[in-house]
């Protein structure tokens, strides 16, 4: 009898300490798509792993924003490449799309093999689209209607550089204020007569859809987003990981919330 109490005094002993230690982990690592993801901890502090802030477990997103990367051969890399930090950073799932699963070549020098292309997609919230040959998209009919087709399930939709041309040609920027490359001011404007395309913006949000200037700008429109999603603390974190000291918050600009 003894000895079955003491069995019995240590198994509550231990379903205590792990009840305790359920009740006291309740601080998280933000998604980062890495194996810290999976892991807890009892204070608030920075991840050992990661370096990013720990948040509470009760504010974390149970589901994670899905952001498709539109990738088209000749992309400019740091158009997709910064955005990409941005978001998984941020605790988004980001995949990549092309119009077939080929690998393609961005700049001529890195091969990309896309995740899946326009006839398996899976659902989205967030459609990118990014400069780089983007006329081998924007004049592609199975691309627009890929992207017309995907209308009613997409939330957000965000170009950087002279990606616009691709959402200019799905009729995503008829009468809207927008913006693209430096030089593809003029280009954008004749594609798209009815919209307004500004120089010397880094970014313009129109409610849902978030054009941004070339290359570098794309880091800015995507922390803006992150900004609207996560909110602006999030965004700062992620810039503060990415040791980007460039971002100024509202620095574009806001044309309309989301409706």
């Not at 691309?143 to 691709?166: E, H, L, M």
């Not at 070339?214 to 987003?225: C, E, K, P, Q, W």
């Not at 620095?251 to 409706?259: D, E, T």
Request: glycine share 6%; aromatic share 8%.
């Amino acid at each position: 009898m003894k000895a079955i109490l003491i069995q019995l005094f240590l198994l509550l002993a231990v379903s205590a300490t792990i009840a305790q230690k359920s009740e006291t982990d309740s601080f998280v690592c933000p998604p980062c798509n890495n194996d810290c993801d999976k892991l807890s901890f009892n204070k608030a502090g920075t991840c050992p792993h990661c370096g990013m802030e720990l948040i509470e477990k009760n504010k974390v997103s149970k589901q994670p924003i899905t952001v498709c990367f539109y990738l088209q051969n000749g992309v400019e890399v740091l158009d997709f490449a910064g955005p990409l930090e941005v978001f998984s950073y941020a605790g988004a799932k980001v995949f990549t799309v092309s119009k077939t699963k080929n690998p393609i070549v961005s700049q001529g020098v890195l091969k990309v093999i896309p995740d899946y292309d326009i006839t398996d997609a899976p659902p989205f919230d967030i459609l990118a689209v990014f400069g780089g040959n983007s006329g081998n998209a924007s004049n592609d009919p199975q691309v627009i209607d890929w992207i017309n087709a995907r209308k009613p399930t997409t939330q957000y939709y965000f170009s950087v550089c002279t990606g616009a041309f691709i959402l200019g040609k799905a009729g995503l920027l008829d009468n809207l204020t927008v913006t693209t490359f430096h030089e593809s001011i003029e280009s954008l404007q004749k594609a798209v007569p009815s919209a307004k395309v500004l120089r010397n913006t880094r970014f313009v949000d129109n409610g849902n859809i978030i054009t941004t200037a070339g290359i570098s700008a794309g880091i800015d429109g995507a922390l803006h987003l992150v900004e609207k999603l996560r909110g602006k603390e999030a965004a700062k974190k992620v810039a503060a990981y990415m040791e980007y000291d460039k971002w100024v918050p509202e620095q574009g600009l806001i044309m309309a919330q989301k409706p």
